[in-house]
């Protein structure tokens, strides 16, 4: 039996990169998917037309992580098509980086209502439909852990704050039956950092395994966490930087 089967989740942020590996990747371990997406609504509706053509179930659901009222709307719009959500994969993020003399309001504005705020939006939301073995995952960063250049600091503030709030979630859900993780990539393959982009050798240096991660990689690890399996993990973060943080 697929390892999700008659699950429901809802991905954000999933029309490109590692979202779209995390919704390929639920739905072929027989969850049903809602496809969070802002702007590319030709992508997600590819992708949700590619995994019905698999035989799964998705729709395309369009959030602004910056609008809290569409966050609401959007995750109970995916409760009301699946019939319910088990499992929420906080995957939406912005990348904002400048040296700390140069950040502006907007940068900080920005990059806290997006990666921190839209996080614990979305989770309350989401617990509204959530029944006992549900799954909060959110996709954090290795550079919660490390900041290894200058300029990072804003976004390096933004995933370690997540820290906190999953550590946090994990107290107050499990007595619920609920479990809250963080998964940290690395460098990952996608269209945002390729391996052959202008800073990649820098960032391949750090690496104990001196290669790209893959985002198909970091979907396996997000499912694994969703599985009946993973019972017990609770309120950490799993890192897959190919050990760029050892």
């Given at each position: 039996m697929a390892l999700l089967a008659g699950k429901r989740a809802f991905v954000t942020g999933a029309s490109r990169g590692i979202g779209a590996a995390v919704a390929r990747r639920l739905?072929?371990?027989?969850?049903?998917?809602?496809?969070?997406?802002?702007?590319?609504?030709?992508?997600?509706?590819?992708?949700?037309?590619?995994?019905?053509?698999?035989g799964g179930r998705a729709v395309a659901i369009q959030m602004d992580a910056a609008n809290p009222t569409s966050i609401k709307e959007a995750v109970d719009r995916a409760a009301t098509e699946l019939g319910g959500l088990d499992i929420l994969v906080n995957n939406a993020g912005i990348w904002r980086t400048a040296p700390v003399d140069q950040l502006t309001l907007a940068d900080i504005d920005t990059a806290l209502a997006v990666n921190v705020r839209a996080v614990i939006l979305a989770t309350q939301a989401a617990l509204a439909h959530m029944p006992e073995g549900g799954r909060i995952i959110s996709i954090g960063s290795n550079l919660a852990e490390r900041v290894p250049e200058a300029g990072m600091g804003l976004y390096a503030l933004t995933k370690s704050a997540l820290v906190g709030w999953t550590k946090g979630l994990a107290r107050d859900l499990g007595p619920r039956g609920i479990t809250a993780n963080l998964v940290h990539p690395g460098s990952t393959d996608t269209d945002m950092n390729p391996p052959t982009g202008p800073h990649a050798e820098a960032q391949r240096q750090r690496m104990a395994i001196k290669k790209y991660g893959r985002a198909e990689d970091v979907a396996a690890l997000v499912a694994f966490v969703a599985g009946d399996e993973a019972r017990s993990i609770n309120g950490v973060g799993l890192t897959i930087d190919g050990g760029a943080n050892a």
């Open positions: 739905a072929a371990e027989g969850a049903a998917v809602a496809i969070g997406y802002e702007r590319s609504v030709d992508m997600a509706r590819a992708l949700a037309d590619e995994i019905e053509a698999a």
